[in-house]
């Protein structure tokens, strides 16, 4: 099969795939209000654009964004670079039993986020050792980021919470990892992918890349743990719990950094030293690859979504994340800029470690 025909299958999956979660989203959202039975707290993210002054994106803003990002996922694959829709990586039934337990936990998260309950985790999970910043109930999610169950519900959770683009949006980070990649044996190379999660960025980067040596790491041992399940088959990833302010690798030991939506829920201070940290783990003339939400200004008639998004979860360094100047913290550690562009409600920088090329 060609790589046009796949590029198209992989688009029409994609549509499908958005079409499920935005049905999936409507339904969830309708059962927390009911549940939560206070209307102010499951508001309208119109309201808080309102109350914030900045605009909100119309729907064809966002059927726009989406569109771009669809196709910009499906030339991953028209250039092979991607391989075709394997977002999940378990079989439909798993998936089902996943979701119907996402959906009987929506009721807790209502109850939480209507009485502002953000600390419930700490009665649920041992947290010594960790941070006082993470040990919270992030999105009012069950067991916040330290049980095994938020760790099975997460994916689902958040490709819900996008629509079906949370996938789409991490491979944006595949191109410019092919970039570092060309011309060079992976076999040499090393990536580190810094707060891993559940594995589905290194699931991508194994398939795409299968030769490079990979290594992951996250402060929640749970997640950690589900990321071995779901990268069981894939013998050049290894995995480990750690702390990004303190990465367990040597200086100048990787060729590429990756890091996907962690900075928006880290305090700006701790922003900064997991900047250091990718730059002292970076070779020189590696790359650094980050994805995480858009900023205030990235994209700014979508700044009013932006605004309302804290509104409705627990989110508690997100608003200051906004406006957090990224461009000179990566300046600051000798991160210099390689490229960045909008992908749907992410942004994508590349940045490049001053020195020179590590490339062979």
Not at 52 to 73: C, E, H, M
Request: aromatic letters at 8%.
């Amino acid at each position: 099969m060609t790589t046009t025909v796949q590029s198209s299958m992989h688009a029409a999956g994609q549509v499908a795939k958005v079409g499920l979660f935005q049905v999936i989203h409507q339904l969830g959202s309708r059962w927390a209000k009911r549940e939560a039975a206070q209307a102010t707290q499951v508001q309208d993210d119109r309201v808080a654009a309102r109350r914030s002054g900045r605009p909100y994106p119309s729907r064809q803003d966002v059927t726009n964004a989406l569109r771009d990002l669809i196709r910009a996922d499906a030339k991953l694959v028209r250039d092979g670079i991607a391989q075709p829709l394997a977002d999940f990586g378990r079989s439909p039934l798993e998936t089902g039993m996943r979701l119907r337990e996402m959906f009987r936990d929506i009721p807790k998260a209502a109850q939480r986020s209507a009485a502002e309950e953000r600390h419930e985790v700490r009665d649920v999970a041992p947290t010594d050792g960790l941070p006082e910043y993470y040990t919270q109930n992030f999105h009012y999610q069950t067991g916040g980021y330290l049980t095994s169950e938020s760790a099975r519900l997460y994916d689902l959770q958040v490709e819900t919470l996008f629509s079906g683009t949370a996938a789409a949006m991490r491979r944006q980070a595949l191109r410019p990892i092919a970039e570092a990649v060309a011309d060079r044996d992976q076999r040499s190379m090393t990536l580190i992918d810094v707060a891993c999660g559940t594995g589905r960025l290194l699931g991508e980067i194994a398939r795409a890349f299968p030769r490079m040596r990979l290594e992951g790491c996250d402060l929640s041992q749970a997640y950690v743990d589900e990321a071995r399940h779901y990268l069981a088959d894939r013998r050049t990833v290894m995995l480990q719990q750690a702390n990004a302010e303190a990465l367990p690798f040597d200086d100048a030991s990787a060729d590429i950094v990756t890091c996907c939506f962690l900075f928006h829920e880290l305090p700006a201070t701790v922003r900064r030293t997991v900047i250091g940290e990718m730059a002292r783990v970076l070779k020189p003339g590696g790359t650094v690859v980050f994805i995480d939400s858009m900023q205030h200004g990235d994209a700014p008639n979508f700044d009013g979504m932006l605004d309302a998004f804290p509104d409705r979860f627990h989110e508690p360094y997100y608003r200051q994340y906004l406006e957090d100047d990224l461009d000179a913290a990566f300046n600051d550690a000798g991160l210099m800029r390689a490229g960045q562009w909008n992908a749907f409600l992410s942004k994508v920088m590349v940045r490049r470690r001053s020195g020179e090329s590590s490339g062979e």
